[in-house]
């Protein structure tokens, strides 16, 4: 059965990433939608700065303009232009206008917290949201399974995801954030539901559930990245501080925050489309479509 992305307004300038993959299957998801919905939000999240959104809607709707029928520049902008206002709203969030520009003329406080100094924070946040993609992306294949009528694998799936509830429970009971009483009764459940994971998947089911929790670490780089932005743009900050002469320090100040802008469009871009693409695309996409053709237009 050949296969034609269809999507309404707001999804179909995302088929340009769609476009990068090989055709789902007829049976399998288009994944459009769902790079819609989470790319724009991991993009704000790495970036996080309203300065550097303000600056990159602004580009996006002058690219818009002038795409004339180039539709892969027109579909390019108009991703930049959402990714912006995420970009904006996190940075609100985090209290970031180019940088800590807010705390340094004007004394604010992040709204919800500051990147530079809550690391640990961060880093559950970012684990925490990918725990949520990858639990969805299993919850998926199991749908998925369940519309083919494979038993077994959709048991595989469901059985996945709660053993990957599991280990997140239990070393939240280990770190304080849940009762240390809770471990006891969630590693028997663990130890009942191991030999139906092995039924339903197979020996190397326990494997793929490693590499699962293993895909969940990868959103670290959700924080990592944004670290790095973040404390780029501090640097800039300081630097021009340090010249002792506005215009001199001006300069330096905007040259730095260009690199940082320029990194911002590329490294929050390439990450969160591997995010998609290999943490979650692969717990519930089918490849092999082959592309619809018609006779004629």
């Known amino acids: 059965m050949p296969i034609a992305l269809k999507n309404p307004p707001y999804f179909r300038p995302f088929e340009l990433f769609t476009g990068l993959l090989p055709l789902p299957a007829y049976t399998s998801y288009d994944p459009t939608p769902f790079i819609a ?7 704000g999240m790495i970036l996080g700065d309203a ?23 027109a579909d390019a902008a108009k991703i930049l232009s959402v990714s ?11 209290g970031e206008f180019f940088g800590d520009l807010p705390q340094r003329l004007f004394a604010m406080e992040p709204l919800c917290i500051e ?15 990918g725990a949520g993609h990858v639990l969805f992306g299993l919850f998926l294949g199991a749908v998925s399974a369940f519309r083919k009528k494979e038993k077994r694998e959709v048991l595989y799936r469901l059985v996945s995801v709660i053993l990957i509830l599991c280990v997140i429970t239990v070393v939240a009971s280990y770190s304080g954030l849940f009762p240390a009483l809770l471990s006891r009764p969630v590693i028997i459940t663990m130890l009942f539901l191991t030999p139906v994971l092995l039924f339903a998947g197979g020996l190397l089911a326990p494997l793929e559930l490693l590499k699962s929790i293993g895909n ?13 932005s973040v404390l780029l743009a501090f640097v800039a900050n300081h630097l021009s501080g340090l010249t002792g ?13 260009l690199l940082n802008i320029i990194l911002g469009v590329f490294a929050p871009t390439i990450h969160a489309l591997r995010l ?22």
């Open 276 to 297: 998609h693409y290999v943490e979650f695309f692969s717990k519930f996409i089918e490849h092999g479509g082959r592309r619809f053709e018609p006779l004629k237009k």
């Open 245 to 257: 002469d506005v215009v001199t320090g001006v300069i330096v100040a905007g040259l730095l925050h």
């Open 37 to 43: 919905i989470f790319f724009p939000l991991f993009f």
């Open 51 to 73: 300065g550097y959104g303000l600056v990159l809607g602004i580009i996006s709707l002058v690219l818009i303009k002038r795409s004339g029928k180039r539709r892969a520049v």
């Open 216 to 228: 969940i670490i990868s959103y670290v780089r959700i924080m990592a990245i944004g670290l790095t």
């Open 115 to 129: 990147r530079r100094t809550a690391i640990i924070p961060m880093l559950c946040f970012a684990i925490a949201i």
């Open 84 to 94: 912006s206002l995420y970009a904006i709203f996190f940075g609100i969030l985090y």
